[in-house]
C-alpha cells in the first residue's frame, strides 16, 4: 500500500461523485467529508417491527439500533461487485491523481457526526403510525456500528481510535474490510472483525478486484488466525456467478489459514454502481449460494467442525460455523 501521506484526490469529479451518492442517501459527516452514513430498508422495517436484517438473525443485532456507517469513502481496490462509483475516491498505486493529501477528521467527529445524522434521519418516523413507539424511543439510543458502509475502513489512520470511541459508548463494532492492510488488523479490536475474501486464488482476485495485493490478503488471513478468541472474526466470500464461484476447495484452504468463528457466504446483489459492470445473471439465487456454501463446508470438513448452521433466504447468505449455535448471538 502506498504510504498514506502520498493519498490524492480529485476534487472536483470527487465532489461530483458526492452529490450523486447523496441522492442515493448517503450522508457525508465531518469537516472532511471522508465518512458517512445511511439507513438501510431494513432499519426501517425493523422501527416498525416488520423485521430484522440476517445480522439480526445470526448475531442478534437489532437494524433499528445499527449505525451502518464509514470512516473512509475511499479504497485501494476497484472490485467488479462494488456499489461505490470506481471512478471517484480510489487510492494506491492504480490512481493516477492530483496533489492534494487527504486531511483526515477525529474519531470524536466522525462518531459524533454519524450518530447525529442517524437521529436526524430517523426523526421523522416519530410521528407516523405505522412506526412502533418502542423501537423508536430505542433507536434514538443506538448499540451497534457497522462499520461497512463503502469503502476501506481500515485507509481510516484512526480506525483503532474510532473503534473506541464507539465502544465508550455503550455500543459494539463491526469492522467489514478488504483485507489489504494486515498491519491495521493487528492493533485494532472490534467486537466483530469480518474480512471479505472474494477468490480462491491470485488470478480470480485480479479480475474481481483489480488490484494486487493477493500477498498482504494472505497476510490478514494468519491475522485472522491469531484473533481468534479474542476477537470474533468472520470471512464473508460475495459470490458472483460466472466469476468467483469456482474452487470451493481453493477458498477452503484459505479459510483454514484464517480459523475464522465464521464463514458468510452471501450472493452478490446487483445494486448500485455495481450495475454499470454486471449484469443481473450475475447475482446467484439462494438455492445456488447454499448450493456452492455446502461444497465449500465440505471441503472444510474432514478437518473440522465447520458446518452450515443457518441462512436467510431473502438476503440470499448462507452462515457456516464450527461454534454451536447458543453461541451465537453475543449482541
Ligand atoms: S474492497 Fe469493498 S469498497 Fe473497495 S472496491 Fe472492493 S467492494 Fe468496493
New binding site residues.
Given amino acids: 500500500m502506498e504510504p498514506k501521506a502520498t493519498l490524492k484526490l480529485v476534487h472536483d469529479e470527487e465532489n461530483g461523485t458526492r452529490r450523486t451518492l447523496e441522492k442515493q442517501g448517503y450522508h457525508f459527516v465531518g469537516l472532511h467529508k471522508h465518512s458517512a452514513v445511511k439507513t438501510c430498508f431494513w432499519l426501517w422495517k425493523s422501527i416498525r417491527g416488520e423485521g430484522n436484517c440476517y445480522k439480526g438473525k445470526f448475531y442478534g443485532i437489532n437494524a433499528h439500533r445499527c449505525v451502518q456507517m464509514t470512516p473512509s469513502i475511499f479504497?485501494n481496490?476497484?472490485?467488479v461487485?462494488?456499489?461505490?462509483p470506481?471512478e471517484a475516491f480510489t487510492v494506491g498505486r492504480e490512481t493516477k491523481l492530483k496533489k492534494q493529501p487527504i486531511e483526515w477528521d477525529s474519531p470524536e467527529e466522525v462518531v459524533e457526526g454519524c450518530i447525529k445524522e442517524q437521529k436526524r434521519l430517523i426523526s421523522g418516523f416519530k410521528g407516523s403510525p405505522k412506526t412502533n413507539r418502542n423501537a423508536f424511543a430505542e433507536a434514538e439510543a443506538p448499540k451497534h456500528a457497522a462499520i461497512s458502509l463503502?469503502?476501506?475502513p481500515t485507509l481510516y489512520p484512526y480506525l483503532k481510535g474510532l473503534i473506541q470511541e464507539f465502544h465508550s459508548r455503550g455500543m459494539t463494532t463491526f469492522v467489514v474490510t478488504?483485507g489489504t492492510n494486515p498491519e491495521v488488523l493487528r492493533e485494532i479490536s472490534p467486537s466483530q472483525l469480518y474480512l471479505?475474501l472474494n477468490a480462491p486464488n491470485e488470478s480470480i482476485y485480479k479480475k474481481v478486484?483489480h488490484a494486487d495485493y493477493w500477498s498482504r490478503i494472505n497476510e490478514s488471513l494468519a491475522e485472522m488466525r491469531a484473533k481468534r478468541g479474542k476477537t470474533r472474526t468472520v470471512i464473508r466470500i460475495t459470490c458472483i456467478e460466472g466469476l468467483n464461484m469456482v474452487s470451493p476447495e481453493g477458498y477452503a484452504e484459505l479459510l483454514k489459514r484464517a480459523n475464522p468463528d465464521f464463514v458468510e457466504v452471501k450472493a452478490y446483489m446487483h445494486i448500485g454502481y455495481s450495475r454499470k459492470r454486471l449484469p443481473r445473471e450475475a447475482m446467484p439465487s439462494h438455492s445456488r449460494v447454499k448450493q456452492f456454501a455446502s461444497e465449500i463446508a465440505e471441503q472444510l470438513a474432514p478437518a473440522s467442525n465447520y458446518k452450515i448452521v443457518d441462512e436467510s433466504e431473502i438476503s440470499r447468505v448462507v452462515l457456516i460455523s464450527n461454534r454451536s449455535l447458543e453461541r451465537l448471538r453475543l449482541f
Fill in positions: 479504497c481496490q476497484r472490485c461487485h462494488c456499489w461505490r470506481l463503502i469503502g476501506e478488504n471479505s478486484a
